[in-house]
């Protein structure tokens, strides 16, 4: 069975860069899938963050363009996440997840999560 | 602001069949098939429950059900029991400049 782990540290101070790392177990992170990210601030919604291929290839929320990179280590089967110059609005449970598309590489869903991981953003 | 509009809460008896929408634009919930809808219990992960706007991934009751008229999505349950109170999100795909959008989410209390 698919796993997700996300690793990281969960307080960061603002104007830092937020770093967190997803550990893909169950299987190979070079298969027909995009890996990434959704957040979700304490009591509030889902925010989709962005997702990448085994390729490189990515999908970025505009919002958050600016800050964002993610990457992918497919020899460790890892995927991270990057977010620069981070403010209190960035807290929140920070969650890596699988995202299923379609033949033309348009987003569908998302059917792997990890457990998720709170990240504080406070100096 | 979210970029679907969900009602912020549901409730029902159990036994009862609740429905939640989710209202979005031509540009996402109208134009295309992939909407998605997901399950979340407090301090839990997300669970997806319905793809491609009706279809069950294994392991999901089919007391949940999926459809789509114009630019509103829905999520009914019915038969509903106590283990379904829960968050409900909906989510799209957006020919916008992000291209996948989440609801504000719902949550279903079974009284």
């Known amino acids: 069975q698919l796993q997700l782990q996300e690793t990281g540290p969960g307080l960061v101070k603002p104007s830092e860069t937020l770093s967190l790392t997803c550990t893909v177990s169950?299987?190979?992170?070079?298969?027909?899938?995009?890996w990434g990210w959704i957040r979700q601030p304490p009591g509030k919604g889902l925010e989709w963050i962005g997702s990448i291929y085994y390729s490189g290839s990515t999908y970025y929320n505009a919002s958050l363009k600016s800050r964002v990179s993610i990457s992918i280590d497919t020899s460790m089967n890892q995927f991270s996440l990057k977010l620069s110059s981070v403010t209190a609005a960035d807290t929140a449970v920070y969650y890596c997840?699988?995202?299923?598309?379609?033949?033309?590489?348009?987003?569908?869903?998302?059917?792997?999560w990890g457990q998720g991981t709170l990240v504080t953003v406070s100096s | 602001q979210p970029a679907l509009t969900q009602p912020a809460s549901v409730s029902g008896s159990p036994g009862q069949s609740i429905t939640i929408s989710c209202t979005g634009t031509s540009r996402d919930v109208g134009g295309y098939n992939y909407v998605s809808w997901y399950q979340q219990y407090p301090g839990k992960a997300p669970k997806l429950i319905i793809y491609e706007v009706t279809n069950r991934p294994s392991g999901v009751p089919d007391r949940f059900s999926g459809s789509k008229s114009d630019n509103t999505a829905s999520l009914t349950i019915s038969g509903l029991q106590a283990e379904d109170e829960a968050d409900y999100y909906c989510s799209s795909y957006t020919s916008s400049n992000t291209p996948l959008v989440f609801g504000g989410g719902t949550k279903l209390t079974v009284l």
């Open positions: 169950g299987g190979s992170i070079s298969s027909s899938y995009y």
């Open positions: 997840t699988r995202l299923v598309t379609s033949g033309y590489y348009l987003p569908h869903y998302f059917d792997f």
